[in-house]
């Protein structure tokens, strides 16, 4: 059992004998391949808690069930465009390795999901192998620090800002007009999506990036009493900027 204060991002998690065989993630048409120059990075984190309270079919079982609890777990890191798109699915790639998926699950746990996040972001990073994309992705998530999400979500009149200014807060180098914070659509915490530059040093978050506006009220969902679910794939609020497709 990992501490529940500030720097846990895992506060259970316990891995299978044997992990889940990953589907391969391909383009599509409307993920098409974009093999295009990179001018920075999104380091997204989800909030489980909100997550595991939607609907999934069992596909998450690992995460949202088997005795496991997790707080921010990592969705990914993703190379941003020059321009308002951004690379995808730059080369082809066979299944991740059991021993990769087993190295990474209790960061992000999902084994399809890590290898939707190295087929559609990681191949379009130059050099880097799956183990050393994830090392890479990792590396950036275990530097994170956060604020009381309890304490946070018992505030009235919480906003958008207030939390960008919280982790900001947690974290020396990580200013609050670097993240973003996305909202479903009854206004609760989904994720936060940090910016990186080409070195992967935090910066401002450019004004067409997606997310929800700091003036924004935010709930944040911690577990307990049920309340309205909302169905599955409506998680973004409207005109938000889904950037990661499914994922």
Not at 152 to 163: D, F, H, I, K
Not at 227 to 236: A, H, N, T
Request: proline share 10%.
């Amino acid at each position: 059992m990992l501490p529940t204060g500030a720097v846990a991002q895992a506060l259970s998690c316990s891995l299978p004998a044997q992990v889940e065989r990953p589907h391969p993630e391909l383009p599509s048409a409307s993920q098409p391949q974009r093999l295009l120059p990179t001018g920075g990075y999104t380091l997204a984190v989800t909030w489980a808690p909100e997550y595991c309270h939607m609907p999934h079919n069992g596909a998450s079982d690992f995460e949202c069930g088997q005795g496991n609890r997790f707080g921010f777990v990592l969705h990914g890191l993703w190379p941003d465009g020059v321009g308002k798109d951004w690379p995808q699915y730059c080369r082809s790639t066979p299944l991740l390795a059991p021993a990769t998926i087993r190295a990474n699950l209790c960061s992000t746990p999902s084994a399809q999901l890590l290898q939707h996040e190295w087929a559609k972001h990681g191949t379009c990073m130059a050099g880097l192998d799956p183990d050393s994309y994830f090392r890479r992705s990792t590396g950036l998530y275990a530097k994170l620090r956060y604020p009381d999400m309890a304490a946070l979500s018992r505030e009235q009149g919480l906003t958008v800002g207030r939390l960008a200014e919280a982790l900001a807060a947690a974290n020396p180098g990580l200013p609050a007009s670097a993240v973003r914070v996305t909202l479903n659509r009854l206004g609760w915490l989904d994720e936060l999506w940090l910016c990186l530059d080409r070195q992967f040093a935090y910066e401002r978050c450019r004004p067409d990036s997606g997310g929800a506006v700091t003036t924004a009220a935010l709930k944040i969902w911690r577990g307990g009493p049920a309340r309205p679910r909302l169905s599955p794939g409506s998680s973004q609020p409207p005109g938000s900027d889904d950037r990661d497709g499914a994922g």
